[in-house]
């Protein structure tokens, strides 16, 4: 059984009990951060971190501390649909992004557009460059302050050949793992959540708070273009 909740935030996190034995240890799917503060509340309400179902949504739905810091989204039992989130529907309504369009922008914009960088981080790169570090690209102080890795880097750097058709027929996980967005840690994590809650690897990625929101979004738009379908 599954308890989708969701952070005073608005972030979401998933426990999970395995059926049949009560006293196994309750699994979570979410960002790390969120996982510790769930797991701190279990402990002061619960033997461990293990319940059955009826002592979970008891805590989930009437614990005033628990509630204060979490809401109950759903609960979801093996077998039952998950709550709605089909990520191929879901970008299909969307305005596609080609990568012609990705390679008409300048690099920063590329990255701004993907959600990489904020407009903050580039602005404070670009003052960089022009006052104190003019031998360097923006590309390179961009990564040397940790804001991106140096393949998502060289990914960007040139979209027509990295966003190739090869790369636009993968999925939304194996999109981001290509472009190094994320990292083998992240893909583990994810593939070992696949194992008891039925998501996506790009939608587990994002649950986890591997990559964000509107940088899978960005990734899901990516589209072949027309000409090459004709």
């Not at 790390?32 to 971190?49: I, Q």
């Not at 708070?209 to 509107?214: H, L, M, N, T, Y």
Request: with cysteine; aromatic share 6%.
């Amino acid at each position: 059984m599954r308890f989708h909740l969701r952070s005073r935030s608005g972030e979401e996190i998933v426990l999970y009990l395995r059926p049949g034995n009560p006293s196994a240890p309750i699994e979570m799917a979410g960002p790390a951060n969120l996982c510790g503060t769930v797991s701190t509340l279990l402990k002061m309400s619960l033997t461990g971190l293990s319940a059955t179902s009826d002592d979970l949504l008891s805590l989930c739905e009437y614990d005033p501390v628990f509630r204060h810091w979490f809401r109950l989204d759903a609960v979801v039992k093996d077998g039952d649909p998950e709550p709605a989130h089909r990520e191929d529907a879901k970008f299909a309504a969307m305005e596609p992004i080609y990568p012609s369009q990705v390679a008409a922008m300048r690099l920063g914009e590329r990255l701004t557009a993907a959600s990489l960088v904020t407009k903050e981080q580039l602005d404070e790169a670009l003052k960089g460059i022009q006052e104190q570090m003019p031998h360097l690209q923006i590309g390179e102080i961009l990564c040397g302050r940790g804001y991106l890795s140096h393949r998502t880097m060289e990914f960007f750097l040139d979209p027509i050949t990295k966003m190739n058709t090869a790369f636009l027929t993968l999925r939304l996980g194996e999109r981001l793992q290509a472009a190094g967005v994320v990292n083998d840690r992240d893909v583990h994590r994810a593939l070992q959540c696949q194992q008891w809650l039925p998501l996506s690897l790009g939608r587990l990625l994002v649950l986890n708070g591997a990559v964000s929101q509107a940088t899978a979004d960005f990734f899901g738009r990516l589209s072949i273009e027309p000409s090459s379908l004709s």
